[in-house]
């Protein structure tokens, strides 16, 4: 079909309203239409630019005609509009904005809500029920051009410092004088090379795709390491001379408003760097004493910003729908455990955006907020103002919530009032620090609770690591040999060997999983294909880009409730609930390796008994 009737047909319902309340002649429509496919423009801005009409009138006449509201747009706040949910392509081919996200309902402002088409593809991009609202063209126009600009602008800033580090470095000096340890140095000269060295380690860190950065100065003449933390591993980035350790410091506290002159204690703060540099990123920033009378310094970029979708967090289909069966009950307990830096975090903010709808009021109790959604409402926890993760549940608990969400459940205040609350009829999420789901109900009744009243709670308990994820682009494929998948099933079945079915069916039993991976994991030929990590450009010669997330789902059932009652060890409990289905960290990492995302290698590292 060609441009023009596709025009005419998606815009054909403005256009009749225009012509039918004596706005245009037909003619008018006809010219405007022609104008507008030789001009690839839509059919209400180059109408605008025709000036037959104004944008007011032409917005005026679109809600009259379809009921839709009309906003002044002019009256919002850039700031506030959800970023990142629609394609840049079709806002400005079609002039769209997400105006306001809520639940699963999309407020979209429109200046033809007569074109079905754009409707549509807004839909299927977000996911979400589109609300249209009526803005007018000129206004959404003017924003749509401060948006470009700031955007190549921001490209522009990230592209015109071509100044390596190396530059900088030789800029800087390498000469043995003594250190610089006055503030002065750095503030009365804002534009100095360390001021310079500062933002580039800051944005190299951030296109790098790393978590952390890590300033490690040493005593007398040897040279300050800086480290990025990526996929999980730290790796080397530059060197420092020794003399602008203290000035390097010094620059960081000033950047998060810490006390420059304390340096003998720890301290902690957050960089906003929009501030000093391109990036509209935080950084959480930790300073802490080390031996020789100098500072490390770590800082934690929090750049995620915006929850995953669930479908994104890579659970097995048994244990996706075993979660979202947790997750949608009423009320009760749910918690996801693991180490420092698993996830435990971003997995919540996930479950809580699947059940972030209108009608529901969710708490967040954090330390540090990190990830922001909107619908909920989030505290941070400040306890020396007496804001403790305890404090928070309380006050919660007297503002109507539905659903509560704890940073973390440390002590037996925090984790009682967890278990009351969710047996008061409120659900309940909460992460552990611990190394599997069965051993987290041991260090739960290890605080002192109740086992009646925690058993009752309980929905259940996700464990989770971040193995490395094969690089895509490199990783290389081979065919297993049939050792290699006779010592991966062994492996495999080695926790299953305590359940009653395979006490019963012995060698029958682990049979059948090998059945079970023939049909999953093996080509037409009856061969599993498994990869190895190789190297190249895109991975820096690591082999593995990204990481994959390794799961195991205990879920609160009958048996294992009668567990926590009777104070059972833990491998009977994990025997209860190997029998009724779940699978072990281990177990999930090896099926991961089975579909080629990671290696055995990764699995048993982060997987370790």
């Known amino acids: 079909m060609p441009a023009a009737s596709i025009l005419q047909t998606s815009l054909s319902g403005l256009a009749r309203a225009l012509v039918q309340q004596g706005r245009l002649s037909e003619y008018d429509v006809e010219a405007v239409l022609g104008e507008a496919a030789a001009n690839s423009r839509s059919f209400v801005s180059q109408l605008i630019a025709s000036k037959k009409l104004s944008a007011l009138e032409v917005a005026e006449v679109a809600a009259q005609t379809f009921g839709f509201p009309l906003v002044d747009f002019d009256a919002l706040d850039p700031e506030q509009l959800p970023k990142d949910i629609l394609d840049k392509k079709l806002m400005q081919a079609h002039r769209v904005v997400a105006l306001h996200k809520r639940g699963n309902r999309l407020h979209l402002a429109v200046t033809d809500p007569s074109n079905l088409q754009v409707l549509d593809d807004a839909q299927f991009q977000t996911g979400l029920v589109v609300d249209p609202v009526i803005v007018e063209d000129d206004k959404i126009g003017r924003y749509m051009e401060s948006a470009a600009k700031s955007d190549t602008e921001l490209k522009k800033l990230m592209e015109e410092d071509t100044t390596s580090i190396g530059d900088l470095l030789h800029n800087l000096g390498d000469d043995t004088s003594e250190e610089v340890e006055s503030a002065d140095d750095i503030t009365a000269a ?35 390491r800086i480290r990025f933390r990526k996929d999980g591993s730290l790796v080397n980035y530059i060197e420092l001379p020794a003399h602008y350790r203290s000035p390097l410091v010094t620059r960081l506290k000033i950047m998060c408003d810490l006390d420059i002159s304390e340096r003998r204690k720890p301290q902690d703060g957050k960089i906003k760097f929009k501030k000093f540099g391109p990036l509209d990123i935080e950084l959480r920033v930790a300073t802490c004493p080390t031996q020789g009378g100098v500072e490390d310094v770590v800082m934690r970029i929090l750049a995620a910003g915006k929850p995953m979708k669930l479908e994104q967090l890579g659970l097995a289909p048994k244990n996706m729908e075993n979660l979202k069966s947790c997750v949608e009950k009423p009320y009760g307990l749910f918690f996801v455990c693991g180490p420092t830096g698993s996830g435990k975090t971003t997995t919540l903010h996930s479950v809580l955006g699947y059940l972030n709808t209108p009608d529901t009021k969710i708490w967040t109790a954090e330390d540090p907020v990190e990830i922001t959604q909107e619908g909920l409402r989030q505290v941070q926890m400040n306890p020396k103002a007496g804001l403790t993760f305890a404090t928070a549940m309380r006050a919660f608990l007297r503002c109507d919530p539905d659903i509560i969400m704890v940073g973390e459940m440390r002590d037996k205040e925090t984790t009682s009032i967890g278990v009351e609350a969710s047996l008061t009829g409120h659900l309940v999420f909460a992460t552990l620090h611990t190394n599997s789901a069965p051993e987290s109900i ?9 086992p009646f009243n925690f058993a009752d709670a309980l929905l259940g308990i996700l464990a989770q690591r971040l193995a490395k994820r094969l690089c895509p682009k490199c990783k290389k494929p081979y065919v297993a040999s049939q050792e290699e998948m006779r010592l991966m099933l062994d492996e495999y079945c080695e926790e299953l060997r305590n359940t009653e079915r395979f006490k019963r069916e012995g060698e029958a039993a682990q049979h059948a999983i090998h059945e079970e991976w023939m049909q999953r994991f093996a080509n037409d030929k009856g061969q599993f294909m498994l990869y190895e990590a190789v190297g190249c450009d895109n991975c820096d010669s690591t082999g593995y880009r990204g990481r994959v997330g390794l799961h195991e789902l205990l879920v609160g059932t009958d048996p294992v409730k009668k567990h926590i009652q009777e104070h059972a060890r833990v491998a009977e409990i994990v025997a209860t609930a190997l029998q009724q289905g779940m699978r072990t960290l281990k177990q999930d990492g090896m099926e ?16 370790i008994k």
């Open 190 to 224: 804002s534009d100095n090379e360390l001021v310079k060295l500062v933002n580039k380690i800051i944005i190299d860190a951030y296109n790098q795709n790393a978590s952390d950065i890590h300033i490690e100065p040493y005593p007398g003449k040897k040279k300050t």
């Open 442 to 450: 041991v260090r739960l009744l290890d605080m002192g609770m109740d």
């Open 592 to 607: 991961k390796v089975l579909q080629g995302s990671t290696d055995m290698r990764q699995v048993r590292a982060v997987c």
